[in-house]
């Protein structure tokens, strides 16, 4: 089992709707979560950033971690076409200072149809 | 703020040749992360350095890769006696000591070996 699964799509959905994005672990020690957005031939562009379970929300998304599931979702509401992207969940264990790498999923390439 | 530098953006090697890829860290961070993401693969961690430090490199192949982080300058990822299956995109992020604000990628250098 990997330690990260998320699925690579691609998903496609019409301007307006509500997206959603989920990665699944199977390491207990992650504590961190964050979601990446990366344009073709691009650098990942941080989106969200969240620190155990719970809600965050920022303009039109919104990040959800469900420790207990090992689940953790994105959510981006009214689409643009310019959310055409793909979608990188990240996580690590250990807080700053910390010796650790992020543990990506292989991303969801997500289409926004005009 | 310039953000996470990178460069070259396109590096083009012969096989066996050696490919030195370079990474200065966004204003006021201190951690360098540098990462690997292959064709249809999720970026994968290699390396983790401070300045002057090596902090964790469980990520970095045994063999012909290695990085520094010199008090003065960027950080370097070096790569000699490249081979084709070298070929990748190469990411560099960085953080402040508590990531507060999570971890900022650059642009990457994207390395062909011909």
């Known amino acids: 089992q990997k330690e990260v699964e998320q699925d690579p799509g691609p998903l496609s959905v019409p301007e307006g709707a509500i997206v959603s994005l989920n990665c699944t672990y199977s390491n207990s020690a992650f504590q961190y979560f964050m979601w990446y957005r990366q344009y073709s031939r691009k650098g990942p562009e941080l989106l969200m950033y969240?620190?155990?379970?719970g809600n965050k929300e920022d303009g039109r998304f919104t990040a959800q971690v469900d420790k207990s599931s090992k689940y953790i979702s994105l959510f981006i509401r009214d689409s643009q076409p310019s959310d055409s992207a793909t979608y990188l969940c990240?996580?690590?264990?250990?807080?700053?200072?910390?010796?650790?790498?992020?543990?990506f999923g292989k991303g969801t390439h997500l289409i926004i149809q005009p | 703020n310039a953000g996470v530098m990178q460069n070259p953006r396109h590096l083009v090697r012969r096989r066996g040749q050696e490919a030195r890829l370079r990474c200065s860290p966004m204003k006021g961070h201190s951690h360098v992360y540098w990462y690997r993401q292959l064709p249809e693969e999720g970026l994968k961690f290699m390396v983790y350095l401070q300045k002057e430090n090596i902090i964790d490199e469980s990520g970095m192949p045994k063999e012909r890769f290695s990085a520094e982080f010199p008090k003065e300058g960027p950080s370097i990822l070096r790569i000699q006696q490249v081979v084709r299956g070298d070929s990748a995109a190469y990411f560099c992020?960085?953080?402040?000591?508590?990531?507060?604000?999570?971890?900022?990628f650059g642009s990457g250098t994207r390395l062909t070996v011909v």
């Open positions: 990240a996580m690590s264990g250990y807080s700053g200072g910390g010796a650790d790498g992020l543990t």
């Open positions: 969240t620190y155990s379970s």
């Open positions: 992020a960085s953080s402040d000591r508590d990531r507060e604000d999570g971890y900022t």
